[in-house]
């Protein structure tokens, strides 16, 4: 990655990650600043605002871990649970291209928030798919949802399956401006990456087969440089994620400018569905006579809406006549 030189601005930009080092603490991390992307998803489906904001706290994950990714690689967050918020999908298409949508039980939604509870999901998993594109295969990581959201959910996977020490902060809502309400979502993320190898010693897991009465592994200390840069970044405030005044830059110069932090060049984001004729056209000529027409409409024609981007496509039946 290619440092930028420049001057810290107030001027924030919207619709970015911006990866960032903290050579000091061997820190590094991403930060996403969303802005017209997510109002312009949320705005389309129209969620309540508690299932809006989860869906934006979804989305600004997505895009800190799948801007790892190559040019022409995929990422897949999907949970699945037995909360008001059944299922969450975020896709992002390297480098910049971003879609979500949410299937939420509105009766459920609202006996949980007169109940006073603020967890949406409830117990059940969230898969990584990552498809890094060209012969390289997929890989997925799961991990249990627990009832306390996916900031932790986040912390459990890096602690699990990546053995990376990894601090995640994620925040959405909505602001005033002068044309109305936004929706808004930020994330920010830190990972402690010693360049000496003694230093990225991990602690053993519990094998779980062990005999009874056998000492469970010890727990190793936090380097020091870690426990300093995941206090700095754990300061990070919701608000700060989402106010449009504060930059990117502004935000992470407030949180290590003690320690010295560079950014690196940017990646714009925008709201992108994959959905297409081509793509539609394809799966109805994969389906049977049959199948086809339980798809004709009054009007005698197949109607197709994509359920990322409400787009509405319509298809002549008799295109598809042997």
Known sequence: MTPVARDVSDIGRDDIVLPYAVESLSTRGRLTRLGGAIDAILKRHGYP????????????????????????????????????????????DAPSNLRALARFDEAALKARLADGEGDLLGEGHL??????????????????????GLERAAHVYFERSEQIP????????QVVTPHGFQWRAGGLL????????????????????????????APLDDD??????????????????IDPTV??????????????VRVFKPT???????CSAGRIDAMLQSFTADERGAMIGDDGMIAVTCEFCSTKRIFNPSDYDP
């Open 49 to 92: 605002e508690p299932v809006g904001r989860l869906v934006g706290e979804a989305a600004a994950l997505a895009v800190l871990l799948g801007s790892m990714l190559k040019l022409d690689g995929r990422f897949q967050l999907q949970t699945k649970t037995e909360g008001p918020v059944r299922m969450l999908v975020v896709d992002y």
């Open 127 to 148: 898969a990584f798919t990552v498809d890094p594109g060209g012969e390289m295969s997929r890989y997925q990581g799961v991990v249990a949802l627990d009832g306390r």
């Open 166 to 173: 990894t601090l995640v902060r994620l925040a959405a809502g």
């Open 190 to 217: 830190a990972q402690f990456l010693p360049e000496a190898e003694e230093r990225r010693q991990r602690a053993d897991f519990d094998p779980g087969d062990a005999p009874q009465g056998a000492a469970k592994p």
């Open 224 to 241: 020091d440089e870690w426990v300093e840069a995941k206090s700095r970044a754990a300061t990070t405030e919701d608000h700060e994620l």
């Open 247 to 260: 930059s990117s830059e502004r935000l992470l110069f407030r949180l290590f400018n003690q320690r010295g």
């Open 268 to 274: 714009e984001l925008a709201d992108v569905c994959r």
